[in-house]
């Protein structure tokens, strides 16, 4: 379906939940994690992990600002579900954002559970597991926690998981997402994080940034 800044999200009728804000998924993702969250981070090279690959709307905005910024990234990405090839072609991000669609194409279409050269300045790897079973030998900079919202999966809020993406962040590193829920910022702060509160996108009051102590 098409959001109001006319760029596409999913609906999940099962949930009865969106993958991105309806007031605009190019604009909301823009505004958390990448004003919020890429371009606050001074690592070159920087590693992300995402915490939901969805759409793959975050990684492609985060591929183009490697571009804009000849930045180095390292992307990974856990998402137990993805997306179908159909639904994945059906995107419009390339085309709102006036930019060749082959790098998004790669995104998708490129294997899971190896790390992958999308571009010179951009390193895939998407993990096709939950984040329950997270494990790993890199320490990141950056998290873009994207999953579905606390009332549709409590699980995924919880002080444990947090802790266990803690323990694999360098100090000062950063985590943003779009829940500012007082549970969530609890959670986060049991999980050894600094709460910081940042403007929402449209028709959000808040984001939540966390800072690794």
Known sequence: MLTEDGSH????????????????????????FINYGFHKMQADPLSILEIGFGTGLNAFLTLLA???NNKHVTYESWEPFPITSEESASLNYPDVLK?????????????WGIEVPITPLFM????????????SNRLYDLVYFDAFG????????????????????RKDSRLVTYSAKGQVRRNLREAGFRIEKAPGPPGKREITIA???
């Open 66 to 68: 490697s571009f804009t």
């Open 150 to 169: 606390p009332d549709y999966q409590p699980e995924m809020w919880e002080p444990q998981i947090f802790k266990i993406i803690s323990g694999a962040l």
């Open 9 to 32: 999200t999913i609906f999940l009728p099962e949930m009865g939940e969106h993958y991105h804000s309806v007031h605009g998924a190019v604009q909301e993702s823009m505004h958390i």
């Open 211 to 213: 800072i690794k102590m």
């Open 124 to 135: 895939l790897k998407k993990i096709n597991h939950d984040i329950h079973t997270f494990s």
């Open 99 to 111: 930019t060749d669609p082959e790098n998004f194409r790669k995104l998708h279409e490129s294997p």
